[in-house]
């Protein structure tokens, strides 16, 4: 095949391709993932292509296009690609060129030459034409030709979508490598930091977007991801956020100039207020205030105003409630608790605002920590997230053939047996109603799993026992005495009015199935006991203790109950 | 805990119980460790197999 084909002659970068912004991202020779600068100096490239006169404008040049041409503007395409036009939502791209139904898929008549005629341009052309302006950005910065990439999509894109995905970029000169779901992206683009440690935990990617919220729970273990559950909203975001400062400040004007009509009836006004209201909204992300201006809003009166982010937090108040909602439900449909959440990871542009932080802090205990510029030091910035993994991912495999990407992330590859519930051993008592767990092998754990833990034993030594058994998460809800009130129901959520007497959650273990006993004698005094333990995908389980500096050890076998399932 | 009098197993080891059934799950084909479990995936290897390459 040609040369692009040949991984030795690969230059891969990531993408993220978004409904409203899309971004391009290389690794440095370090291993460092860099988002790129377009020509324009933009690293969120706003989805948008706009053609005047013939010429395409292309990102941050074409948006202020839907002003004054807006006909011959396309916005908020991603969506629409690889699907029929009957089951596509144009809301979003109702102040650019309408979609409109082209065969089977979905085109724009737009005049994108010197003409005077309208084309039907079909959205695979669309997005081959924006992937082309940002393989291009990208090979100007590098330097080298781009010829491949990582393009990360939502969890819910379809198999068609993909594929008129896949085909739109290899028209654009680009051999998708992989396709990586956004989420696990911005999970990669934090554990690839150098300073990352590698640990079992429960995150949540809560990704508040422009026309789209997605919440994705995923199990790492291991650095190996698991998703859990998703969930996915086109109520609750940024646009609706916007939609917010833009009935806000279209309501002052009309009271400032009695005389004057709607700016939200008018085109040219609405595209205007649009504009501006975004602008406002990411000012409002860095500086506690913000001005509003614009020229000739509507009936050639100009208008200025101020607002602070207390109002702003105020009016979007509903929607950033809705959205931690959004992100509590994805808990639930995970069989989760908040307690079980180690980390939440805000992505999305919108997750620069701080009320969104803050509001999505709220609903979580203390010991969750949330990833946002806001309320973490070490965020990365939330609209980078998925391109840095998608330019991590595409580095880890741009030396692979084509056909080992695919052979691997194969579901004879990707599924995999996940543990029901953790393993690990019990302390301080034998019994298993006295006894604390402590887990080892944490539940939703991928097989086959090795661990390794270093356990304590009784103070004077001698011969221990180790027991090892399967562990069930419990939430110990305890109420405070004094007032008695009914029942709150446990995954009601959104319950924390009544401060005085709430309640107290914790998590803790009870103990299921004992899997075995082990004896380790003579074990000196204050020993440590090293145990490791490798469960197969058959569910069988080798276990080996030792005490730590000791010799010797215990090893021993538990059968598998995969093979010989159904007699139990 | 400390071993109970008289507690006796085979090479000082007792199997008792069987591990829950497992759930079926896709994970998620990113990242070094993934590519790591495919590679021993595809070529069968066991853990401390890998180790030694």
């Known amino acids: ?568 | 805990p400390v071993l109970p009098e008289g507690w006796t197993g085979e090479k000082e080891f007792k199997s008792i119980g069987q591990l829950s059934a497992a759930n079926d799950r896709n994970i998620e084909p990113v990242g070094h460790h993934f590519l790591a479990h495919a590679r021993r995936k595809r070529h069968k290897r066991t853990f401390s197999e890998d180790d030694r390459i």
């Open chain 1, 1 to 568: 095949m040609s040369a692009e084909n040949d991984p030795t002659q690969r230059v891969a970068i990531g993408i993220s391709f978004g409904n409203s912004y899309s971004s391009i991202a290389y690794t440095t020779g370090e291993g460092r993932a860099e988002v790129i600068a377009n020509e324009d100096g933009d690293r969120q490239i706003p989805s948008f292509l706009s053609y005047v006169e013939g010429e395409e404008l292309h990102g941050g040049q074409a948006k202020p296009q839907i002003v004054r041409n807006a006909k011959n503007t396309v916005a908020y395409f991603r969506d629409f690609l690889g699907q029929e036009f009957k089951s596509i939502d144009p809301t979003a791209a109702h102040q650019s060129a309408h979609a409109v139904q082209h065969e089977s898929t979905v085109a724009f008549k737009i005049r994108d030459t010197q003409e005077e005629t309208e084309n039907e341009v079909t959205v695979s052309t669309i997005t081959s034409r924006h992937l082309t302006r940002l393989r291009k950005s990208a090979s100007d910065y590098l330097g080298k030709a781009v010829n491949s990439a990582v393009i990360t999509v939502p969890t819910n894109f379809s198999d068609a979508q993909k594929d008129a995905l896949n085909k739109a970029a290899k028209e654009a000169g680009i051999e998708v490598l992989q396709f990586i779901s956004e989420p696990t992206a911005a999970v990669l683009a934090y554990d690839a930091r150098p300073d990352a440690k590698l640990a079992d935990k429960i995150i949540v990617v809560a990704d508040l977007g422009g026309t789209r919220s997605d919440i994705a729970v995923i199990a790492s273990r291991g650095g190996i991801y698991t998703v859990l559950a998703t969930v996915h909203d086109y109520e609750v975001t940024g646009l609706k956020l916007d939609q917010v400062l833009m009935d806000y400040f279209a309501k002052e004007f009309l009271k400032k100039n009695k005389d004057a009509s709607d700016p939200r009836e008018d085109a040219r006004g609405l595209a205007k207020l649009k504009l501006e209201c975004e602008a406002v909204k990411k000012a409002l992300s860095i500086g506690s205030s913000a001005n509003f201006s614009v020229e000739s809003l509507v009936g050639g009166i100009d208008y200025t105003a101020t607002i602070n982010r207390t109002r702003y937090d105020l009016l979007g108040n509903k929607l950033f409630g809705a959205f931690s909602r959004l992100v509590l439900h994805a808990v639930e449909k995970a069989n989760l608790d908040p307690l079980d959440i180690t980390e939440v990871i805000l992505a999305g542009g919108n997750a620069n605002t701080p009320k969104v932080a803050s509001t999505v802090a709220a609903a979580f205990p203390e010991t969750t920590t949330i990833l946002a510029p806001s309320t973490s030091s070490s965020a990365i910035i939330p609209s980078e997230l998925a391109v840095r993994g998608a330019a991590i991912q595409a580095s880890l495999i741009q030396e692979f053939d084509l056909e080992d990407i695919e052979q691997s992330s194969h579901p004879a590859v990707t599924v995999t047996p996940h543990l029901a519930h953790a393993v690990g051993v019990l302390c301080i008592s034998g019994d298993e109603t006295s006894g604390i767990f402590h887990p080892i092998v944490e539940t939703e754990t991928s097989l086959p799993v090795r661990r390794t833990a270093i356990i304590a034993t009784p103070r004077e030594g001698g011969d221990v026992l180790i027991k090892l058994a399967e562990g069930l998460r419990h939430i110990k809800v305890t109420k405070p005495e004094p007032k008695p009130k009914a029942e709150k129901d446990e995954d009601d959520s959104d319950d924390d009015e009544s401060d005085e007497e709430e309640e107290v959650r914790e998590k803790t273990w009870k103990v299921g199935n004992v899997l075995s006993e082990a004896a380790i004698r003579g074990v000196k005094k204050g020993g440590k006991v090293e145990v490791q333990i490798n469960i197969g995908a058959d569910l069988g389980v080798n276990a080996i203790y030792r005490e730590v500096g000791g010799k010797g050890g215990v090893r021993g076998i538990i059968q598998g109950s995969k093979a010989s399932n159904g007699s139990a």
